[in-house]
T-cell receptor, first 116, second 114 residues
Framework: DGGITQSPKYLFRKEGQNVTLSCEQN?????MYWYRQDPGQGLRLIYYSQIVNDFQKGDIAEGYSVSREKKESFPLTVTSAQKNPTAFYLC???????????????FGPGTRLLVL | AQKVTQAQTEISVVEKEDVTLDCVYE???????LFWYKQPPSGELVFLIR??????QNEISGRYSWNFQKSTSSFNFTITASQVVDSAVYFCALLSGANSKLTFGKGITLSVRP
């Protein structure tokens, strides 16, 4: 089945530790996105990548890093510089940038990150 | 700048009632897209509908209907004969500009009681 997978479902981080959240898609989509969701808030864009080996900062990129070495994978690292990392993280993908149905973003099931 | 306002934060209805979720957007672009997503308790965002700025036709899909009015910059979502399974957080989102970044509203929590 085609779709977006995120792992793990729950992740615990100790103070000062870097953790990496996985996002994989087999939809052959070009663009991938990472969002953060806090309680009672909408989604905020962390990073996005329109093609392999290229990515752009979103609205809240500080304390996060990404890589896009393969089309199907877009891992997000939450670094120790992110002082308030507890949130729900959602990965999304979309076929491309031009007009038509390609603008629709499809989301993975999310990873809930908690700080110990 | 793009902005999406969902003024309602929580709505509670009894099963079989109709309910309308409001969405007001702001953008200076003439070409843009509007979306509604459903987020059930499991957390995954489920895509419901996409509308482009040149298509003001209302749409109906089963118990769901959407009313897009450019004159008032609104894209409202109505659920007819609500069911308990409709309980979720609903997000309205706007995509405009060349960078294809989605701007989300803060979401509306809908609770449907049996």
């Amino acid at each position: 089945d085609g779709g977006i997978t995120q792992s793990p479902k729950y992740l615990f981080r100790k103070e000062g530790q870097n953790v990496t959240l996985s996002c994989e898609q087999n939809l052959n989509h070009d663009a991938m996105y990472w969002y953060r969701q806090d309680p009672g808030q909408g989604l905020r864009l962390i990073y996005y990548s329109q093609i392999v080996n290229d990515f752009q900062k979103g609205d809240i990129a500080e304390g996060y890093s990404v890589s896009r070495e393969k089309k199907e994978s877009f891992p997000l690292t939450v670094t120790s510089a992110q002082k308030n990392p507890t949130a729900f993280y959602l990965c999304a993908s979309t076929p491309g940038l031009a007009g038509g149905p390609r603008e629709t973003q499809y989301f993975g099931p999310g990873t809930r990150l908690l700080v110990l | 700048a793009q902005k999406v306002t969902q003024a309602q934060t929580e709505i509670s209805v009894v099963e079989k009632e109709d309910v309308t979720l409001d969405c007001v957007y702001e953008t200076r672009d003439t070409t843009y897209y509007l979306f509604w997503y459903k987020q059930p308790p499991s957390g995954e965002l489920v895509f419901l509908i996409r509308r482009n700025s040149f298509d003001e036709q209302n749409e109906i899909s089963g118990r769901y209907s959407w009313n897009f009015q450019k004159s008032t910059s609104s894209f409202n979502f109505t659920i007819t004969a609500s069911q308990v399974v409709d309980s979720a957080v609903y997000f309205c989102a706007l995509l405009s500009g060349a960078n294809s970044k989605l701007t989300f509203g803060k979401g509306i929590t809908l609770s449907v009681r049996p």
